[in-house]
């Protein structure tokens, strides 16, 4: 059985050998720590849902170490096992900025945003579009794609088309008045 430094521990409450049952001396260290390590990053870290995340990451780093034996202060180990996590949560933080980013739970977004309803009104209506796309005259439908798909400029569309630039003006407003009709009617 492997002795500690620590006087004040007694043969009674020493650790199960890890190399004759490490399931044994992980439930030990479980039962000894777990609480205190709770304690320690309650203290430290503001959100409360990390902690418990923590508190495992600390063993899953105690249970890959081979040997436990060189260890003279097993308490301080663990607790500097602790606080390299918490270290490297902290870099982790940083470096995907998540001070930066919005809790979704504050966001205000439709819980059936994607409910079959919902899928099946977008695609009728963008059935509907392409509908009303098709049924505008030829040279408006070619300005109105030009502008607003292929994202050209008037003066582009004007100089391609051989139209004036007043000429895409108009296309482009009685393009818009027209779909906007047909959808309205639509809805």
Excluded at 45 to 59: C, P, S
Excluded at 123 to 130: H, S
Excluded at 152 to 173: D, P, Y
């Amino acid at each position: 059985m492997t002795t500690w430094r620590k006087s004040n521990r007694s043969a009674a409450t020493a650790l199960p050998d890890i190399a004759q049952d490490p399931a044994a001396f992980l439930t030990d260290l479980d039962c000894r720590y777990r609480r205190p390590l709770i304690s320690y990053f309650d203290k430290r870290i503001r959100e409360a849902y990390d902690v418990e995340d923590l508190v495992q990451e600390v063993f899953t780093r105690l249970a890959r170490r081979a040997a436990f034996d060189r260890i003279d202060y097993l308490e301080g180990y663990v607790f500097q096992t602790a606080a390299n996590v918490m270290r490297d949560r902290l870099r982790r933080r940083l470096a995907r900025h998540a001070a930066e980013h919005d809790s979704v739970e504050d966001s205000v977004l439709p819980a059936d945003d994607l409910s079959p309803d919902r899928v099946l009104q977008g695609r009728q209506l963008l059935a509907r579009a392409i509908e009303a796309l098709q049924e505008l005259p030829a040279r408006m439908r070619q300005v109105f794609v030009l502008r607003c798909y292929e994202g050209m400029k008037q003066e582009e569309i004007a100089t391609h088309l051989g139209l004036s630039v007043s000429g895409v003006r108009f296309h482009l407003k009685e393009a818009k008045a027209r779909l906007i009709r047909v959808l309205e009617q639509d809805a």
